[in-house]
């Protein structure tokens, strides 16, 4: 909403909790104010109208900036599936569900296929599994989130380093190239999320200089990786 905020107009200016009133006949009555007068020049309210515009692309911007996944609004692709729900004051909300999608485009992120399979159960969300193909890369997810724990199997195939820069902060300076393979398990809570795995980095390089493939082991604890 364009005027939800402040910065964009003032939200007395949009909306009163007062009794309406108009003196003229109802139908000539505007039915809001934008906060410019009504004798301003044609020049100044399109000014006003370019400045709203302009704060709702910064604002736009920042989301963009700070969230790890694109605008939903930018997905695009086919898919087929299934949802069933069931609801009862006694159980609350069941369902289950399955979706199977082709030519995935998500902002710059890619997939050609795209398998999620599971239930939603007493607040619990299980993924059975959430499966992501990208060419020769991999992705696989198992595993439930909701309750008072957590738990779950992550596998990565041959999944770029660049691809995983997305989702992981890791050092820019020393561009990092490569595959990654590797298996975690998910755990704790989430409060305290807790992950260990292995991983590998195939066909690795460092400011494109050709490194030998390594492989290693981590631990994620109180917000700290090992």
Same mark, same amino acid.
């Given at each position: 909403?364009?005027?939800?905020?402040?910065?964009?107009?003032?939200?007395?200016?949009?909306?009163?909790?007062?009794?309406?009133?108009?003196?003229?006949?109802?139908?000539?009555?505007?039915?809001?104010?934008?906060?410019?007068?009504?004798?301003?020049?044609?020049?100044?309210?399109?000014?006003?109208?370019?400045?709203?515009?302009?704060?709702?692309?910064?604002?736009?911007?920042?989301?963009?900036?700070?969230?790890?996944?694109?605008?939903?609004?930018?997905?695009?692709?086919?898919?087929?599936?299934?949802?069933?729900?069931?609801?009862?004051?006694?159980?609350?909300?069941?369902?289950?569900?399955?979706?199977?999608?082709?030519?995935?485009?998500?902002?710059? $992120? =890619? &997939?050609?296929?795209?398998?999620?399979? %599971?239930?939603?159960?007493? /607040?619990? !969300?299980? *993924?059975?599994?959430?499966?992501?193909?990208?060419?020769?890369? $991999? =992705? &696989?997810?198992?595993?439930?989130?909701? %309750?008072?724990?957590?738990? /779950?199997? !992550?596998? *990565?195939?041959?999944?770029?380093?660049?691809?995983?820069?997305?989702?992981?902060?890791?050092?820019?300076?020393?561009?990092?190239?490569?595959?990654?393979?590797?298996?975690?398990?998910?755990?704790?809570?989430?409060?305290?999320?807790?992950?260990?795995?292995?991983?590998?980095?195939?066909?690795?390089?460092?400011?494109?200089?050709?490194?030998?493939?390594?492989?290693?082991?981590?631990?994620?604890?109180?917000?700290?990786?090992?």
């Amino acid at each position: 909403n364009a005027f939800s905020d402040r910065q964009y107009a003032k939200a007395d200016d949009l909306y009163q909790n007062k009794p309406f009133s108009c003196s003229q006949s109802q139908s000539s009555c505007p039915l809001f104010s934008t906060g410019i007068p009504s004798d301003s020049s044609i020049d100044d309210r399109l000014r006003r109208i370019s400045e709203i515009e302009a704060l709702r692309r910064m604002e736009k911007k920042k989301r963009q900036e700070a969230s790890l996944l694109p605008e939903l609004a930018t997905l695009q692709g086919y898919f087929d599936g299934s949802i069933d729900i069931a609801s009862s004051p006694n159980t609350g909300v069941k369902s289950n569900f399955k979706f199977d999608g082709k030519n995935w485009r998500w902002g710059n $992120l =890619a &997939a050609d296929e795209f398998l999620t399979e %599971g239930s939603f159960d007493n /607040g619990i !969300l299980t *993924l059975l599994p959430i499966r992501i193909k990208s060419e020769e890369s $991999l =992705a &696989a997810f198992s595993g439930s989130f909701g %309750g008072e724990t957590q738990s /779950g199997q !992550l596998r *990565l195939d041959k999944v770029p380093v660049e691809l995983l820069q997305k989702f992981v902060k890791l050092p820019q300076e020393f561009g990092l190239g490569g595959k990654i393979n590797g298996t975690a398990t998910i755990a704790g809570s989430k409060e305290n999320p807790q992950a260990k795995g292995d991983i590998t980095v195939a066909d690795g390089t460092i400011d494109r200089t050709s490194i030998q493939s390594t492989q290693g082991s981590f631990s994620y604890n109180n917000s700290r990786f090992d």
